[in-house]
């Protein structure tokens, strides 16, 4: 929807990785170096952890887009609680390698086999073992045994394992696992970005999608995104999805730091009030001047109305009123739901005042009513939009 609205060629803040929106900050292109250093290198372990949606995964398909497949052959398998024989399956068919019905020698030794092939074909062959946190003693231990392949000196498999900070913490500290500590030639773990990167990240995602300015930001907006999110680009990019999409629904170009409160509050389920400016309805070229003007007009005699002069002045209009009225019309007041003479129309400030307030009551309501009605249709599209993702990601699988 909201790339609809926009004029967007994609969206740029799905949550499913993809290496064209990839953006190197400076936390980043420290690891892409580690990397970049290890496959030269050409043999071992490299291992990047990361808190969850820090990167890691974009990190490592930005740069198996940029990999020479006429002298690598690279396969990507993400863990779940494996055990050795399993990860060693797993590893295999990743590599298109068949070994159903194998046992584990037979499995080892068709790996073996394509690897020397790949040698022979002058490719060397990397493994990327994402969520490596969930792998066992046993099965790293396995991974490890796996990159004991060679042809004569040269390292047939180079590894590089992806996992949160608890997998760093594991690798480090784990006595069983000196001998594949020896075998680490690089580690870097991935930070969150600095405040001053979350601008440069949004709009450089916002551009890979053809964004053309429209919707603009206003700095605080970058501000509050930041406290939010602490830099996590995952969290950043769930928050601008549901920023887009309410900005969307409430045709907003311009983009402020109460519409993000708005949007947070929304998201944690909290009530909120946002009410956009004029001015984030469309952009100084969409709307003339003078309609600028007339709303600065309208302003000023909304807070003259509810001043304490201006009520004054409404009693006494109303009283003239009255006594005009009055010689033309003896009957007693009417409803003012059944036409007539309104009820609240005497002498009397403060029974304008009461109008007044029960003027205010009923915009609370519809207020409510809004802010309701606002985040049920949120949930549905955000609903609708985050299933067609999750078919879209069937069917690339």
């Known amino acids: ?19 064209i929106f990839y953006f190197e900050s400076v936390t980043h292109r420290k690891a892409l170096s580690y ?11 490299i291992v990047i952890t990361g808190d969850i949606g ?47 019905g194998f046992d584990k020698a037979s499995t080892l030794n068709a790996i073996e086999k394509f690897l020397h092939s790949e040698a022979r074909a002058g490719r060397r062959c990397l493994l990327v073992v994402d969520e490596a946190q969930n792998l066992s003693i ?15 000196s040269t390292a047939l498999l180079q590894i590089f394992l992806l996992g949160q900070p608890e997998f760093r913490d594991l690798i480090h500290n784990s006595s069983q696992l000196e001998q594949l500590r020896q075998r680490i030639i690089a580690t870097h773990h991935l930070e969150p970005m600095d405040s001053d990167e979350i601008e440069p990240y949004i709009k450089h995602r916002l551009k890979c999608a053809g964004w053309d300015s429209n919707p603009s930001f206003n700095d605080d907006a970058f501000e509050e995104m930041f406290e939010e999110t602490k830099g996590v680009p995952r969290q950043l ?38 009410e956009a400016p004029l001015s984030s309805k469309a952009g100084p070229h969409d709307i003339p001047q003078a309609m600028y003007e007339q709303q600065a007009r309208d302003d000023s005699l909304i807070e003259a109305i509810k001043s304490d002069e201006t009520i004054a002045e409404a009693g006494d209009v109303a009283e003239t009123i009255e006594s005009e009225q009055s010689k033309e019309d003896q009957t007693p007041p ?17 029974d304008y005042q009461k109008l007044l307030d029960r003027v205010d009551m009923l915009e609370a309501k519809l207020s409510e009513h809004d802010i309701t009605l606002r985040h049920t249709l949120t949930m549905m599209i955000q609903w609708m939009e985050n299933n067609d993702e999750l078919q879209h990601s069937n069917k690339a699988a």
């Open 1 to 19: 929807m909201y790339d609809q609205f926009y004029g967007f060629e994609g969206r740029p803040f799905q949550l499913t990785p993809d290496p």
């Open 35 to 45: 990397l970049g250093y290890g496959l030269a290198q050409g043999e071992g372990f």
């Open 54 to 100: 820090a990167g890691k995964t974009t990190l490592v398909s930005h740069l198996m887009a940029t990999i020479d497949t006429a002298r690598l052959t690279a396969s990507t398998i993400v863990t779940s609680q494996l055990d050795g024989d399993d990860l060693i399956k797993m590893a295999a068919n990743s590599f298109g390698v068949t070994v159903d």
């Open 138 to 152: 046993d099965a790293l231990e396995e991974l490890r045994m796996l990159s004991n392949f060679q042809l004569g």
């Open 237 to 274: 990019n769930t928050l601008m999805q549901r920023v887009l999409l309410m900005g969307a629904v409430e045709e907003l170009h311009v983009i402020d730091s109460d519409m993000i409160r708005a949007v947070i509050a929304d998201m944690a389920g909290q009530p909120f009030e946002y």
């Open 334 to 350: 009417m409803s003012p739901y059944y036409g007539g003479k309104p009820e609240y129309v005497n002498n009397s400030a403060d």
